[in-house]
Structure formats: structure tokens, C-alpha cells
């Protein structure tokens, strides 16, 4: 069974920072791009980031650029999320999500399979 | 950054009822969309990817149509378990984007 769990999440002061850890298991972690979603308080779903397999190809939304950085760890199948200059609107929920998808001509297509049950950052004075 | 427009935000519906959600992208993202459902305070969970491939393990009633720019999910029959927001996501193209969710409720 796959499973992600999130940790690392909790209170803050705007301009300070958190890392955020996903454990993986269940699957063969390293051959796996994994993503990270935040939910603001009773918001939708925003897209954060993307990191590939191998670590070389990573993505941000605009409003992360510049202060958030992913990483991985497939020695400990864990990936995390690295979080500085925190502002109030970063505070949400966090998940982490398994991509899946279809390569095809250098660009592949992938949508989130399995997900972790989130945890919490709340920026805050 | 492609955008995504769900409608209608808010479905009130009862048990048995056929409901269709509408998503609507800003440009043509093939049919490069999922679908997710979500229980409060719950991760979502995938429904559809593809537009029209159903995820292992969800029931049949649920079903998702379109290409292009204009996608529907389609549940047939409402089961209680099925009152939730639904999102949809492009993967077309970074950064993916969501649409801004379908309440359903009773």
C-alpha cells in the first residue's frame, strides 16, 4: 500500500522558516517525481512544487519562487520542502502527492495518484 | 498560467440524483485533466485522470468527459458517500493549475 505521511508543520513568525518532510512507502520511491499542494483555510487546492526522480528537474508556482526549495533523500525515501521568508499567506495545509503520468517527446504529463493526509503551517505573529 | 473555471460552485442534490460538474480551461490542454474529490478535513483523492480514465478502485458511477477546453464529471447516481468537493486540475503544462472546486451537498 502507498503511503505518504507529512511532518514538520506548525507555528511561525512571517520571515522565519520550516522544513517539511514526506515519508514514502509502499512503492520504489526513487523512480517517482513527487509534488507539493497547499490548501489554504477553507481554500482550494493551489500547486507549489515538483521535483523529478533524479532530482535535476524541479518547478515552483511564482508566489514560492525564490523561498521555497525541494529536495530528496531516496536513501530514506523522503522527500521535503524547504521554506523560507514565510509570509502570512503562506499558511495551509501542505500535502505531499506521488506524480504519475505519461512521458512523451521530452515532456510528460503527470497528475497526482496518492496523497499524503497533510500537515499544518500556520505563519504568524 | 492556464485557468481553470468550475461550474457551478455550490450542487445541492439528494441521494440517486445525476450530477454533472463542468471545468472549463482558459486554453486547450488536450485531455490532460484529472479530477479529485475531497472530504473535509481528508487529502483528495483522484477520481478521474485523463478527462476519462477512471482510477483504479473508484466506483463506476462516476465517469469524466471533454477535451480541448470543456470537461464535465459525471456522477450517475449519488450515493451518500459522495457529497464532497470535487476539484479539477490541468497537467498540461507547469505551473498546474486547479479549479476553484464544486461543493456538493444535500
Known amino acids: 500500500e502507498v503511503q505518504l505521511v507529512e511532518s514538520g508543520g506548525g507555528l511561525v513568525q512571517p520571515g522565519g522558516s520550516l522544513r517539511l518532510s514526506c515519508a514514502a512507502s509502499?512503492?520504489?520511491?526513487?523512480?517517482?517525481?513527487i509534488s507539493w499542494v497547499r490548501q489554504a483555510p477553507g481554500k482550494g487546492l493551489e500547486w507549489v512544487s515538483y521535483i523529478s526522480h533524479t532530482s535535476t528537474t524541479k518547478y515552483y508556482a511564482d508566489s514560492v519562487k525564490g523561498r521555497f526549495t525541494s529536495s530528496r533523500d531516496d536513501a530514506k525515501n523522503s522527500a521535503f520542502l524547504q521554506m523560507n521568508s514565510l509570509r502570512d499567506e503562506d499558511t495551509a495545509v501542505y500535502y505531499c502527492a506521488r506524480d504519475v503520468g505519461y512521458c512523451s517527446g521530452g515532456t510528460c504529463y503527470r497528475y497526482f495518484q496518492d496523497w499524503g493526509q497533510g500537515t499544518l503551517v500556520i505563519v504568524s505573529s | 498560467d492556464i485557468q481553470m473555471t468550475q461550474s457551478p460552485s455550490t450542487l445541492s442534490a439528494s441521494v440517486g440524483d445525476r450530477v454533472t460538474i463542468t471545468c472549463r480551461a482558459s486554453q486547450s490542454i488536450s485531455s490532460w485533466l484529472a479530477w479529485y474529490q475531497q472530504k473535509p478535513g481528508k487529502a483528495p483523492k483522484l477520481l478521474i485522470y485523463e478527462a476519462s480514465s477512471l482510477e483504479s478502485g473508484v466506483p463506476s458511477r462516476f465517469s469524466g468527459s471533454g477535451s480541448g477546453t470543456e470537461f464535465t464529471l459525471t456522477i450517475s447516481s449519488l450515493h451518500p458517500d459522495d457529497f464532497a468537493t470535487y476539484y479539477c486540475q490541468q497537467y498540461n503544462s507547469y505551473p498546474y493549475t486547479f479549479g476553484q472546486g464544486t461543493k456538493l451537498e444535500i
Open positions: 509502499g512503492f520504489t520511491f526513487s523512480t517517482y517525481s
